[in-house]
């Protein structure tokens, strides 16, 4: 039998089950990747709303990676919600160590959530395109925290030393085109998938998850982003489950 590779995943719970942690492990199931996990953050939240954030113990996330670690050896690497600065450098800890070098690390840069909660503060923000985001194989973030990184930056060709997916770059009725940024590079290309109606809980941390795995494959950028969506069309198609506010990917596709 074929063994399964491994991937980290550092991310925050959603009690919903349609975003969070647990849309990135079921996610990394359908690519037949085993799970190691480290929580960022718990939350109080439906779809309608996140009420509350609440930050893990000191020092929790790096003695975590200190024992798995000592076990596993990790193909890949996806980093979601990221809530505050001691979070960050905790995660700068993990991600320099040696036993990771040549990992691929994908990054989805949540700034804020689908029902428009601010999630992180600006402080946090400059530190982890300093520190975090120049360490990623890609980020994934949406038009409106591309801006927000893009601002910070400055000069936006301190963010284009990394490869990034806008992943909403245009909206039209029938179709959501991502535009993918290469590094070091000005040439840029267009991925189009199709729009469907409804707003729909967690697409961003489960396309990161898929394009993490298709990475820690071996798959190229292009190939992996081209399968993630496909996956991720397919997970909307079969949605059977709904909250309030938004619907939730059925990432089984069954």
């Known amino acids: 039998m074929k063994k399964k590779?491994?991937?980290?995943?550092?991310?925050g719970h959603d009690p919903s089950g349609g975003a969070g942690i647990i849309a990135d492990v079921e996610t990394a199931n359908y690519f037949n990747f085993h799970c190691l996990s480290i929580l960022t953050c718990t939350t109080i939240q439906n779809t309608s709303k996140v009420h509350k954030i609440n930050k893990m113990p000191s020092n929790y996330m790096y003695k975590s990676f200190m024992e798995i670690i000592k076990e596993f050896k990790i193909s890949a690497i996806k980093i979601g919600l990221i809530p505050s600065l001691e979070?960050?450098?905790?995660i700068l800890k993990i991600i320099s160590d040696k036993r990771l070098k040549g990992v691929p690390i994908i990054i989805d840069p949540i700034i804020k959530s689908g029902s428009d909660n601010e999630l992180t503060s600006e402080k946090n923000i400059k530190f982890m395109i300093k520190n975090l985001y120049s360490k990623a194989e890609l980020i994934t973030p949406n038009i409106y925290e591309y801006k927000v990184i893009k601002n910070l930056c400055n000069n936006i060709d301190k963010a284009q030393s990394i490869n990034i997916i806008i992943t909403d770059y245009k909206i039209n009725k029938k179709f959501i085109t991502l535009n993918l940024f290469k590094k070091n590079s000005l040439k840029e290309k267009m991925f189009q998938t199709e729009k469907f109606s409804g707003i729909f809980h967690g697409t961003g941390c489960t396309l990161s998850t898929a394009i993490a795995c298709n990475i820690g494959m071996n798959n190229n950028l292009e190939k992996s982003i081209t399968i993630s969506l496909d996956y991720i069309k397919n997970a909307i198609k079969l949605s059977n489950i709904s909250g309030k506010k938004q619907?939730?990917?059925n990432r089984k596709l069954f």
């Open 87 to 90: 979070c960050s450098k905790e």
């Open 5 to 11: 590779k491994t991937i980290l995943i550092i991310s």
């Open 247 to 249: 619907l939730l990917l």
